[in-house]
């Protein structure tokens, strides 16, 4: 089954400052999605990337998915405290079925 | 942007008890899907459901675990006899289609405690 490898596990950063998270693949990558659960809450969709290559934009949030499609990277500029939760990579199973997450990485944004 | 509602948002059960989780996907997809988060822990897939029949599951989904649409809008996970490690936060997400760049609609959970 395909692994997804989240890093890092966990993030401090101080307000205004940019960060990557990074998600690795043991397979090749035919659709990764990312998502951010708040604490205690449920997933909220940020994008999906399907073509190697490709690069998506939303507001302060960029994520590639490289050439080989089994890295991607979630970039966040200029952080802000409402950036803070968790951010999870997810691809689809095997079977196409389900989406399989990462373990997710927990971001805080400190003022 | 609609909805994927889930009822109850906390559940509290003696060990050794029947619960049913409810979840209402989205009025026109077609696939449904029941997550667990135990604390601290990834988002597991438990089981994945299309026209009326389980389309997917994890090893996660033994046979204390069941679900069922009985109706045109819910969607019901049941755990037979809860043990205390089936303690979490249990999530029902719904799909339009299978196609790739499809994304889940979660909803907001169901946090689980076995005493």
């Known amino acids: 089954s395909q692994e997804l490898e989240q890093s890092p596990q966990s993030l401090i950063v101080q307000e205004g400052k940019n960060l990557t998270i990074n998600c690795t693949s043991s397979?090749?990558?035919?659709?990764l999605y990312w998502y951010k659960q708040k604490y205690g809450e449920g997933l909220i969709f940020l994008m999906m990337?399907?073509?190697?290559?490709e690069e998506k934009s939303h507001e302060k949030i960029t994520a590639k998915l490289d050439e080989k499609k089994q890295q991607s990277s979630l970039h966040i500029t200029a952080s802000q405290p409402s950036h803070a939760g968790i951010y999870l990579c997810?691809?689809?199973?095997?079977?196409?079925?389900?989406?399989?997450f990462g373990k997710g990485t927990s971001l805080l944004v400190t003022p | 942007e609609p909805e994927v509602t889930q009822t109850p948002s906390h559940q509290v059960t003696q060990m050794g008890q029947e619960v049913i989780l409810r979840c209402v996907p989205i009025s026109n997809h077609l696939y449904f899907y029941w997550y667990r988060q135990i604390l601290g822990q990834k988002v597991e897939f438990l089981v994945s459901?299309?026209?009326?029949?389980?389309?997917?599951k994890s090893e996660i989904f033994d046979d204390q675990f069941s679900v069922e649409r009985p109706d045109g809008s819910n969607f019901t996970l049941k755990i037979r006899s809860t043990k205390l490690e089936d303690s979490a936060m249990y999530f029902c997400?719904?799909?339009?289609?299978?196609?790739?760049?499809?994304?889940?609609?979660f909803g907001s959970g169901t946090q689980l405690s076995v005493l």
């Open positions: 997810g691809a689809d199973s095997n079977s196409g079925y389900a989406l399989n």
């Open positions: 997400a719904s799909r339009d289609t299978l196609a790739t760049n499809e994304k889940l609609f």
């Open positions: 990337l399907q073509k190697g290559g």
């Open positions: 397979k090749t990558l035919y659709g």
């Open positions: 459901f299309y026209n009326n029949e389980i389309s997917e």
